[in-house]
């Protein structure tokens, strides 16, 4: 992964999205930080609890997303729901990105 020419904060994202780091609003209750009051649902679809996998995942929403890069890129491939899946499964052809 740090092989890959990508801006240094892509890279960092990334490496944070794989390990499960960053501060969903899952992790946010479980360290007793306050939200709104039942504001735990998705960002994008209101439907289910929020964590990084299924922002960036497992969404609807994200989903679509994906799908578009994948037809625009010509590949054809089942979605991964989690961040180690999807980079093990669409890092073997990729060396260079620029974003």
């Given at each position: 992964m ?6 240094h904060k ?18 946010l209750?479980?360290?007793q ?15 289910v ?42 890092s073997?052809?990729?060396r260079?990105?620029?974003?």
């Amino acid at each position: 992964m740090w092989q890959i020419k990508t801006p240094h904060k892509m890279t960092f994202l990334i490496w944070r999205v794989i390990l499960d780091r960053l501060p969903g609003k899952v992790k946010l209750h479980r360290r007793q930080i306050q939200i709104q009051q039942g504001d735990h649902l998705c960002v994008f679809c209101n439907e289910v609890v929020e964590d990084a996998s299924r922002l960036f995942f497992s969404c609807k929403h994200a989903q679509q997303i994906w799908w578009r890069w994948y037809n625009l890129l010509g590949i054809t491939s089942v979605l991964p729901n989690s961040a180690p899946e999807h980079f093990s499964q669409n890092s073997s052809g990729l060396r260079v990105i620029w974003f």
